[in-house]
């Protein structure tokens, strides 16, 4: 079994391949190579993110997103999606010959997938998706349009959350495997986005007949099954927020020690010194509490879903505040295209949208207090029985 620092070596041997020109082409171009993830695939990196399971392999998955990220984030974000929602979805629920076949193909980089849930109406609300899957033929007729898809444009596969035919509950719906060169189906195009540009976001139509195998899992628990699998993608972004910053407050503190105003540096300002140490100090604690949730999920083997909510609020409010602040302690330097920060903070201003918005995260991290908490509710109960004013014998003069 290789070591974490030895996963790491591997996923940098295969960067080693690339260079900033082709970092900045990707950006210019607005399309990840499909050959890029596809070598991820052939160099192992898929398969031993997932030899030790979906919650075994945390650590290699946080990895392989710190990685990532350092050379383009647009590249981390197309591989997190490829690895924790196709492969993740295969991983857990293929069944039978093709989908089985499927699973091997993506985890060595030969099928490249994606996942379609967003449609224009219904946003971070799944419940509300109005893509359908109708029994027809012995197979099903998926119609409907999804919308702002990671990596649709590299795409071979598309994971599709749809409405079931005469559903029981109006939260019954389904995963469904969509060929994206399959006869009905199209990419309408690609939205222009404000960062990630080597990751493109596009829309798809679909109105295709696929066979009886096309079901991913069980019918009418889609739900269920997506909402598991953002967990891994929300705990991916995390890593991804924490491995930004990282790189943004270590070129922060080079420059600082490096520039002088007079005869003194920018670092030993008590400003830019205090400023930069409470970055360093949000970054500690981000670390920390990732490494709490991956080694308590590994130790489980269970995923905290109100917690790794709770992460990725505080990491998406706080990595987009440490990037400001680099920014200002490089001054006009950081406003430019010349240093990278102006990417980052574009980059990782998605966020706090992508894989539920602050919002979404709020209430669930709410819904999770909004408990039975016996001993609390007991104690409120006596406080507010004993809460009496003190009577006060009044001195007759």
Request: hydrophobic share 40%; aromatic share 6%.
């Amino acid at each position: 079994m290789i070591s974490e620092s030895d996963f790491r070596a591997q996923i940098r041997d295969m960067l080693s391949a690339y260079d900033e020109k082709d970092f900045e082409r990707w950006e210019q171009e607005r399309h990840l190579p499909r050959a890029v993830p596809a070598a991820l695939g052939a160099a192992g990196l898929f398969r031993r993110r997932w030899e030790h399971g979906p919650e075994g392999g945390l650590p290699r998955l946080v990895a392989m997103c710190q990685e990532l990220c350092q050379a383009s984030s647009g590249l981390a974000l197309a591989t997190m999606g490829h690895s924790e929602i196709f492969i993740g979805a295969l991983h857990w629920l293929a069944g039978g010959p093709r989908q089985l076949g499927l699973l091997e193909e993506a985890l060595d980089g030969r099928a490249i997938g994606c996942f379609g849930a967003t449609e224009e109406q219904s946003g971070s609300n799944l419940v509300n998706v109005q893509t359908t899957a109708v029994a027809e033929d012995g197979g099903w007729r998926l119609t409907g349009r999804k919308r702002f898809i990671s990596n649709v444009g590299r795409a071979d596969y598309m994971v599709v959350l749809a409405r079931m035919d005469s559903p029981s509950h109006v939260a019954d719906l389904s995963l469904f495997l969509l060929p994206l060169d399959h006869p009905g189906v199209s990419v309408d195009g690609f939205f222009e986005t404000m960062g990630l540009h080597a990751c493109d976001v596009g829309q798809v139509t679909f109105d295709a007949k696929l066979p009886a195998d096309a079901l991913l899992g069980n019918r009418g628990i889609g739900l269920l099954y997506a909402t598991h699998l953002l967990q891994f993608e929300r705990l991916a972004i995390c890593a991804q927020l924490i491995g930004t910053a990282d790189v943004a407050l270590r070129l922060a503190v080079a420059y600082a020690r490096r520039r002088s105003l007079g005869e003194q540096r920018v670092m030993d300002k008590q400003a830019v010194r205090h400023r930069l140490a409470a970055c360093r100090a949000e970054l500690w604690n981000l670390e920390s509490r990732l490494e709490h949730l991956v080694a308590g999920a590994q130790r489980d083997r269970r995923m905290p879903a109100h917690e790794i909510s709770a992460l990725k609020l505080t990491a998406g409010e706080s990595v987009c505040r440490i990037i400001d602040t680099t920014m200002q302690i490089l001054g006009a330097r950081g406003y430019t295209r010349n240093f990278p920060l102006e990417r980052l903070w574009r980059d990782a201003r998605l966020s706090r949208l992508g894989g539920g918005t602050d919002e979404v995260l709020s209430d669930m991290v709410a819904s999770g207090l909004d408990r039975h908490d016996p001993h609390f509710d007991d104690l409120v109960s006596r406080l507010r029985t004993s809460d009496l004013p003190h009577i006060t014998v009044m001195d007759g003069n």
